[in-house]
Structure formats: C-alpha cells, structure tokens
C-alpha cells in the first residue's frame, strides 16, 4: 500500500492518518487539551444530557438582556449580544472549523428568539431570562451531584463559560456518532491521566 499522510494543523485538534489506515488525534492541540479537561468531569449519561440542555438554556437567558444594549452606527445597528456571540464564534474557530460553524448556527437561532423574548415588556423578558438563567445552572449542579464529580465551573470559572458552549456541540456530534476517532482520543487522555493520578 502506497504511503500516505494526512495531516491538519495542531492548533486545529487535526487529524493524522497513517500508513496502516489508522486514523490518530494530534494530541497537543488547544482543542484536545480543553476538551480532556472539560469531559473528565462529564463522563456520567445524565451529567451530559442535563448539559446539553442547561448550557443553551443559560446562552439565551444570557442574551435576552444583552438585547437590549443596542449599537446604532451610520450603516449598521447591531446589540452587545451580536458581539458576544461573534466573539465566541471566533475563538472557536481558533480550535476547530466545523464544531465553530454549528455552533455558530445554534448561536444565531438563540440570539434570533432572544431578539423576540428580549422586545416584550420588560418584567416578562426579566422573569424569563432570569428563569432561564438560574433553572440551566441548576439543571447542571444536580447533573454533577449525579456523577459525584465537581463542576468544572466552579474550578475554573472561566474556562467553564468559554468551554461549555463549544463542549454542547461536541457532544452532539458524539450522539451523532460523527468524529468518533476525536472522542476515542479524548476517553485515551483521561483514562491515563486518572492511572497518573492514582498512581501519584
């Protein structure tokens, strides 16, 4: 069999194929780094699927109110919560093309009924972003009492907000059995860093 090699950049979470036809993750991307991090603590089925939920629960009870901050320039109008959510669409892009474009479509369809919720009175849009708000959070605190595991927010409350939106698509493409050489590498780097941890 003629060799052949496929590689796609580091800083992409790329993929190298080898001679024998085995598919291996890059592991020192940005995007596998992150997404050990964050997977090591949602490992259990309910723990992902209360996530999955919660995480775009808390982005539009997160939108609704910065609807309201509005940008008026000579040629365009846009709000704070266009440029939040450009903002993550960019970093993204930065770990991988295509998990940042579905993304992206799930953001702008949030943001496009946030802009509806966000226009009526002011006590209904409150109530309901704060409802959305509180019940996503709360929905992933009992998913974590589920798994015994601490939340990653709570660690690292930073790289909770930037990681969780990404790690909800993520997840959707391992449902969709999509990319599974990605989540076998993922499952390889925590299996071993768990072996260290006991081992130490």
């Not at 909800?168 to 993922?186: A, G, I, N, P």
Request: hydrophobic share 55%.
């Amino acid at each position: 069999m003629a060799e052949y090699t496929r590689r796609r950049d580091s800083e992409s979470g790329k993929i190298s194929a080898n001679p024998d036809g085995a598919v291996r993750m890059n592991t020192d991307s940005k995007l596998m780094e992150m997404l050990t991090g964050y997977a090591a603590s949602h490992q259990h089925p309910f723990n992902v699927f209360v996530h999955m939920i919660g995480i775009p629960t808390i982005m539009f009870g997160v939108l609704i109110p910065l609807t309201w901050l509005r940008i008026d320039l000579p040629f365009v109008s846009f709000t704070l919560a266009h440029l939040v959510l450009v903002g993550f669409v960019a970093f993204y892009l930065t770990l991988d093309v295509l998990f940042a474009l579905v993304f992206a479509i799930i953001g702008a369809l949030l943001l496009t009924l946030a802009m509806q919720v966000g226009a009526l009175p002011l006590g209904v849009a409150g109530g309901i972003a704060a409802a959305c708000f509180f019940g996503g959070y709360a929905l992933q605190f009992i998913g974590h009492a589920v798994e015994k595991s601490m939340p990653v927010l709570v660690k690292h409350p930073i790289q909770a907000q930037l990681a969780a939106p990404f790690f909800t698509v993520v997840e959707l493409f391992k449902l969709l059995r999509l990319r599974e050489e990605l989540f076998d590498e993922v499952q390889r780097r925590i299996a071993a860093r768990r072996a260290e941890e006991a081992a130490g």
